[in-house]
């Protein structure tokens, strides 16, 4: 058998679950990044695409990679139409608004400055899994349809449009006071207008768009990047605290307390608003979810689904099953019900602002009355590239939990009557990710334990964050 490069084993590497992602200079290069386009550009042809849309967000590699995967869409012969500088989200929408149904969005999302990657629209379908592999395989192969004339390439700027049209959606019953905290990411270039449009007053953090992120991470799923928020929120007297990532499709939110309110009990709330006009709605939630979410949903009326967590593959999901609504403990939520079903965190901050400014109470007293739990944050064990895979595959081969309900659509989730655990393989980053939440500290602690000790049990020398 012949032997793979390593060159090309790392290539491979940057074909994810649900989009592309790596090192810049060295996963990923300009020349690679044009065969990227080549062959996404080659499978536009087969689905009779005419024109893309494609966009950035503010990583110092993104001009230099969006050139380069305009350039190999363009060989394909398919017209690519250029959005600049934009957030994810402001993408997803451009590829509805112009009528592609296709796009492709230059970002390393919420990892660090020197990554990036691509995450792609074709037809109509966010592509994951097999549909991301054929593009490896594509490219492995030289699999590329090569036209007479490139297609065309013109600029365009959404900015405008899209914030009409969610102020022609959402309308807030009074003015907020909010803290907007956007890590230096391409966020930063359109939340705070946006949430002036709705009428707020905006205190701004970090709304400066830098790729090197100076200040602090843009991922709102870690706590450590929410002390500048929270800092603001209680000195100031403000009425909620917002968080972006990298590429502005994940939200965090701190509570006029400086709570932080993690994205399934924001959940609650947007289950409840939908339900009340969509009543019986499907409602889907990851696996890393509070068990309490599934039961808000019911006792509104809703439908609930657990999912496996991937932005591509819920939005495959929501298709499959018509649902109106879907959330992930990471931060993407993804609203159907008076939207189009993409994960967009600028507009599920309206939506949320909309949802507070009716109701008088502050918005820790909202989030008070919601069910609670002791919970952990997600909590990350990092590994070398690819050994999270192996480990995981070794997990659910030799753990049991007696007495538990074990789910394995993603992972290992084990639930027992006063809380569960979960532990599973990260698509993104070379680890495992664990969450836990139970009725009291006792009841978390010892389900803490009985996954610390099947963890071990796997690899004796794994360092643990719990």
């Not at 190999?72 to 451009?94: E, H, N, Q, W």
Request: glycine share 10%.
């Amino acid at each position: 058998m012949a032997s793979v490069t390593p060159a090309v084993t790392e290539r491979a590497s940057v074909f994810k679950a649900y989009d592309i992602r790596g090192v810049v200079g060295r996963t990923l290069t300009d020349d690679f990044v044009y065969d990227i386009g080549r062959a996404i550009g080659s499978e536009a042809r087969e689905l009779a695409v005419e024109a893309i849309v494609i966009a950035r967000d503010g990583r110092l590699s993104g001009p230099a990679f969006a050139s380069a995967i305009a350039g190999g869409i363009r060989s394909a012969g398919i017209s690519v139409i250029d959005a600049g500088m934009a957030p994810t989200p402001v993408l997803y929408f451009g590829t509805y608004h112009l009528g592609t149904g296709s796009g492709v969005m230059v970002t390393g999302s919420h990892n660090p400055p020197d990554y990036n990657g691509f995450k792609i629209v074709l037809g109509g379908e966010t592509l994951s899994g097999e549909r991301i592999q054929r593009l490896r395989r594509r490219i492995e192969g030289r699999d590329f349809f090569a036209a007479e004339q490139p297609g065309d390439l013109r600029p365009v700027s959404l900015a405008d449009d899209y914030i009409d049209r969610i102020k022609g959606d959402v309308r807030p019953a009074r003015p907020l006071r909010l803290a907007v905290d956007c890590g230096n990411g391409v966020a930063g270039m359109l939340a705070p207008r946006l949430l002036r449009a709705l009428g707020c007053e905006v205190t701004e953090l970090f709304c400066e768009v830098d790729g090197r992120f100076p200040n602090h991470h843009p991922d709102p799923s870690q706590p450590e990047n929410l002390v500048d928020l929270i800092r603001a929120v209680r000195d100031r007297g403000l009425d909620l605290g917002l968080a972006f990532d990298g590429d502005g499709d994940r939200l965090g939110v701190v509570d006029s307390m400086g709570n932080t309110i993690w994205p399934d009990r924001q959940m609650m709330l947007y289950a409840a608003d939908v339900l009340s006009r969509r009543p019986g709605a499907r409602i889907i939630f990851d696996v890393k979810c509070s068990r309490h979410l599934a039961r808000e949903i019911e006792n509104h009326g809703g439908e609930a689904i657990m999912a496996r967590t991937g932005h591509s593959l819920i939005k495959a999901r929501m298709k499959e099953c018509g649902a109106e609504l879907a959330g992930e403990m990471s931060g993407h939520v993804f609203f159907k019900e008076r939207w189009y079903g993409f994960d967009d965190a600028l507009y599920t901050a309206a939506r949320l602002i909309e949802i507070l400014s009716r109701d008088a109470r502050p918005s820790a007293s909202v989030f008070a009355a919601l069910p609670d739990a002791v919970s952990t944050p997600e909590l990350r064990i990092d590994f070398a590239e690819g050994e999270h895979h192996a480990f995981m595959k070794k997990f659910l081969a030799s753990t049991r939990f007696p007495g538990a309900e074990v789910t394995t659509i993603d992972g290992l989730r084990a639930d027992f009557d006063d809380g569960w655990g979960l532990v599973r393989a990260s698509n993104t980053t070379p680890s495992l990710i664990l969450r836990f939440e139970a009725d009291d500290d006792a009841a978390l602690q010892r389900i803490e334990g009985l996954f610390r000790r099947a963890l071990l049990v796997v690899k004796p020398d794994l360092t643990l964050p719990f």
